[in-house]
């Protein structure tokens, strides 16, 4: 049971460097972005366009940035106790908002969500000033990040009264200033860095909430349709992919960004770590609502452009952010795995350009087979005496 007031403390450093796992609180955390997030890939899926999937990025954006923001803070300065259950809830309650909002959130309700979101910071920032207050080696940090982040609220917050245009640049303007405050803080990052283990997960499980979008989409394309042998080998076809970029994702995940950030003062990995897992999840949601809409075009006619597109570009994404991880040494540093996961992706693209007129079991099978290559490609190179990271491979 959570103690009645204990006041934050510092979750890392050499005296609390044993291993860490989510905690209940962290899991139910989560439960509601599996909500934003499939709210999220609804809205993607009523709006398959170029304008449709801007509208999408601009939206998924802020979700992700509220999870990245209590993640970070409950990384460094996690405790159980009844305040920060409070915070948790309401913070919460602003996700949930954020969910609502989502499928006019451009547009009638764009007011709900600017406030949403706004609530979401407020309360980060709350936590942030209260950890100040109880670790006094922290509070350089904790007061950048209160300032950065609470400014970034008063601009969403002013956003909500402001017309369009105006409304969205000042949510830019808001993004911009969240985005700058971590890479503004160099300095006292590198003094208080991340814990090794807990953060990996976190991000595991994030990518995990993505990925059971695509299982969600296979499942309801299916059973939108009659059953024959067409819809069968796309579905089949559909979990292919889904399970392909699981498979390449957790074999090569780890906690390598950290420890040099630890070991090296190299912040830019990390932070490279950071940012690219944005990019890598917008293109796993957007595979899901790809594959269900492949599911439920008709078999017998060739799959629509703007399907093909967004399934052949979504999983092109996933693959190209996987090989610049790779090459860079941010996940398991290979210049093979980097080389095929960027040939896949231009592979991916080519079937884009080059499909019009394909069925949709061939557009999604010829993804899938791509797809499989990389695990195959994985498996073979293995080796039990392969290093995590090794220069020569």
């Not at 959130?105 to 309360?123: D, I, K, M, N």
């Not at 990052?189 to 969600?216: C, D, K, N």
Request: proline share 4%; net charge neutral.
């Amino acid at each position: 049971m959570a103690s009645f007031l204990e006041p934050p403390r510092l979750r890392i450093g050499e005296d609390s460097e044993e291993e860490r796992r989510a905690t209940w609180l962290e899991l139910f955390y989560d439960l509601v972005f599996v909500v934003a997030v499939s709210q999220l890939a609804h809205y993607l899926h009523d709006h398959v366009s170029l304008s449709g999937v801007l509208g999408f990025v601009a939206l998924f954006i802020p979700v992700w940035w509220s999870w990245i923001g209590s993640t970070f803070y409950a990384n460094r300065f996690d405790s159980d106790d009844v305040t920060h259950r409070v915070l948790t809830a309401v913070q919460m309650l602003a996700i949930a908002a954020l969910a609502v909002n989502v499928h006019h959130g451009l547009g009638e309700t764009c007011t709900g969500f600017a406030l949403s979101y706004a609530l979401g910071r407020a309360v980060l920032v709350i936590e942030y000033i209260r950890a100040g207050q109880h670790i006094p080696t922290a509070r350089p940090l904790t007061t950048r990040y209160a300032t950065g982040f609470g400014i970034a609220a008063i601009l969403w917050t002013i956003s909500a009264f402001l017309p369009s245009p105006w409304r969205f640049v000042f949510w830019a303007l808001g993004l911009i200033i969240d985005f700058a405050t971590p890479l503004s803080a160099r300095k006292l990052m590198l003094e208080l860095p991340p814990h090794s283990s807990h953060l990996p997960e976190r991000f595991g499980l994030f990518t995990i909430i993505v990925l059971g979008e695509a299982i969600v989409a296979v499942v309801d394309g299916v059973s939108e349709q009659k059953w024959d042998v067409s819809t069968v080998i796309g579905a089949v076809f559909g979990l292919c992919i889904a399970f392909s970029l699981w498979w390449v994702y957790f074999d090569n995940l780890g906690g390598t960004p950290i420890q040099r950030t630890r070991t090296e003062g190299r912040i830019a990995i990390f932070n490279i770590w950071l940012y690219t897992h944005l990019p890598l999840v917008i293109g796993i949601a957007a595979t899901g609502v790809a594959v269900e809409l492949v599911l439920l075009s008709e078999s017998a006619i060739a799959l629509p452009d703007a399907v093909r597109w967004l399934l052949c570009g979504s999983v092109a994404l996933c693959y190209l952010t996987l090989g610049i991880l790779h090459r860079i040494g941010v996940i398991r540093y290979c210049k093979i795995r980097a080389k095929f996961r960027i040939g896949a992706a231009l592979l991916i693209l080519a079937i884009a350009i080059f499909g019009k007129g394909l069925l949709p079991v061939a557009v999604i099978g010829l993804v899938a087979v791509v797809s499989a290559v990389q695990v195959v490609q994985d498996l073979s190179q293995s080796r039990p005496t392969t290093r995590l990271v090794d220069p020569e491979i």
